[in-house]
Nanobody
Framework: QVQLVESGGGLVQPGGSLRLSCAAS????????MGWYRQAPGKQREQVAT???????YYVESAKGRFTVSRDNAKNTVYLQMNSLKPEDTAVYYC??????????????WGQGTQVTVSS
């Protein structure tokens, strides 16, 4: 069984920073792409940033220059450093990972979500 546990959300003022973390645990053989998605009230879930096992990154246009995704492969953990936060960044942020289990199954796993609120 595989679990993704997120931490680091909260309330921050516009222009502030937050760092999200997501640790994967369980019967993991390998992890390919890890990343972050978000869903604001009344909107569809959108991809925010991803990072491959080799370190290739992708960012949604609105996150470029402000957010940085990174990972620690030894800890099966992905991070999202968010700077210069704006009210429109307010959403529930979900961690995602493409994991191969030791039983040979490859699936897409999701964290439980962490709330990020940007407000004065």
């Amino acid at each position: 069984q595989v679990q993704l546990v997120e931490s680091g959300g909260g309330l921050v003022q516009p222009g502030g920073s937050l760092r999200l973390s997501c640790a994967a645990s369980g019967s993991i053989a390998s992890i390919r792409t890890m990343g972050w998605y978000r869903q604001a009230p009344g909107k569809q879930r959108e991809q925010v940033a991803t990072i491959s096992s080799g370190g290739t990154t992708y960012y949604v246009e609105s996150a470029k220059g402000r957010f940085t995704v990174s990972r620690d492969n030894a800890k099966n953990t992905v991070y999202l450093q968010m700077n210069s936060l704006k009210p429109e960044d307010t959403a529930v942020y979900y961690c995602n990972a493409q994991i191969m289990t030791i039983m040979g199954d490859r699936n897409n796993y999701w964290g439980q979500g962490t709330q990020v609120t940007v407000s004065s």
